[in-house]
């Protein structure tokens, strides 16, 4: 446990490892204020000689986002200002054959998830994973970018809500999305072959 003062930036760090016959504990590893960000990181790892796995989670919450791009040096396109607060959650089980994805994160006022699988990830790796965004108000979202669709349309039902899966290997992907825009219905479906350089894709969206 300590503290690290780096260029005007205070880092209050708690650490909290384990090793025994090649595993590895992380029972507490938390970042208290790295520049506005708070984070915490807990799990196990083992298998450092043959096949490594593991499960563990990450935390991050971040009053400010620009202090995540400026940490991993990601351009802004919008004031920072307009983000809100930015969290992020995963929990990863698995090994270098199998993982098992839990991610969750809120930006802009969106909520976002993506769940499931990534099978032979040493190989050829095949997805298997569902994702969601949602928001209450798309009006509210677009003004985050700068962007006015008019005083009425706040009091709106103009909810934002996009499901998805994505199935298949890298090469063969299946990808499929629907959901609602301000009340459209949105339906895609799309099939990517690259081996063979071709992409099908059928919209549709109905108002």
Same mark, same amino acid.
């Given at each position: 446990m300590g503290k690290l003062l780096k260029e005007e930036q205070l880092i209050d760090l708690k650490v909290d490892l384990g090793l025994l016959s090649g595993v590895l504990t992380a029972r507490e590893l938390t970042v208290e204020n790295l520049d506005g960000i708070r984070g915490t990181l807990t799990g196990i790892t083992s298998g450092f000689s043959e096949n490594i796995g593991g499960t563990g989670a990450i935390n991050l919450v971040a009053g400010d986002? @620009? @202090?995540l791009a400026r940490l991993f040096k990601i351009p802004m396109i919008v004031s920072p200002g307009r983000l809100g607060e930015f969290t992020f959650n995963m929990r990863v089980d698995g090994d270098q054959e199998y993982l098992n994805l839990d991610i969750g994160a809120l930006l802009a006022g969106t909520k976002f998830r993506l769940q499931g699988d990534v099978n032979d990830i !040493? &190989?050829?790796p095949t997805l298997d994973l569902d994702f969601d965004a949602q928001h209450q108000n798309i009006a509210d979202l677009f003004e985050f970018f700068g962007i006015g669709l008019g005083n009425g349309n706040k @009091?709106?039902?103009s909810s934002l809500i996009i499901k998805g899966s994505t199935k298949g290997t890298?090469? !063969?992907l299946a990808l499929t999305l629907n959901g609602s825009i301000a009340g459209s219905e949105i339906k895609a479906v799309s099939y990517t072959h690259l081996r !063979? &350089?071709?992409t099908e894709a059928d %919209?549709?969206?109905? %108002?």
């Open positions: 986002p @620009s @202090s !040493a &190989h050829k @009091s709106e039902n890298l090469g !063969a !063979a &350089h071709e %919209l549709v969206c109905r %108002l």
